[in-house]
């Protein structure tokens, strides 16, 4: 299932619904089939997507230079930083906009 972002001043985001999920729950918010965000809640949001992001990041084990060169032959992985980071710049685009700027994401059902 797909879930799209729309902003009020910024193109549109669509993502798979486990991700948006995770992202969602990230910024404290219910995963249901409709849902918004306020100009006043958007950078606190966004705040929230950028620490889960280096909680992510900090939770990686350390890599070793042969489990490296074992990464590069493999498909790349995209990981939370890349996930987040269209979500994360609509929120600080849209909360910058001014009062009447909102997002809202709409998916087919609960997620």
Partial sequence: ????????????????AETAK???QAMGKETTARGTFTQ?????AA??????????EAAQP???????LDKKR???VVVLRQRAWPL???LERTARAGSKAHIVWEASADF
């Fill in 1 to 16: 299932m797909l879930v799209r972002f729309e902003s009020s001043e910024t193109a549109e985001v669509l993502m798979f």
């Fill in 22 to 24: 995770t992202l969602l």
């Fill in 40 to 44: 006043p809640e958007m950078l606190a």
């Fill in 47 to 56: 705040e929230a997507l950028r620490q889960a992001v280096a909680q992510s």
């Fill in 62 to 68: 350390p890599v070793d230079e042969d489990e490296e």
């Fill in 74 to 76: 493999k498909e790349p």
């Fill in 88 to 90: 994360i710049d609509m």
